[in-house]
């Protein structure tokens, strides 16, 4: 892949929406999280983040259409 494709206007809304959504997730774990430790996405940093990041790539596809 070329430099020009990988900062095409497409790909970089989809790396705005990932990172966003990542720092979310982890917000969503530092600020509210799990307190008992029992639920399985917000009691971990890397799942929470990981799933944030996951929902922002979902949104920024269909943003895209």
Known sequence: MTLKKLTSKKNLTRLVFVAVGAIAGYAYYR???????????????????????????????????
């Open 31 to 65: 600020f509210i999280g799990c307190s008992t430790g029992t639920c399985p996405i917000s009691s971990n940093p890397y799942v929470s983040t990981m799933y944030g990041g996951l929902m922002g790539f979902t949104l920024g596809m269909v943003k895209e259409d």
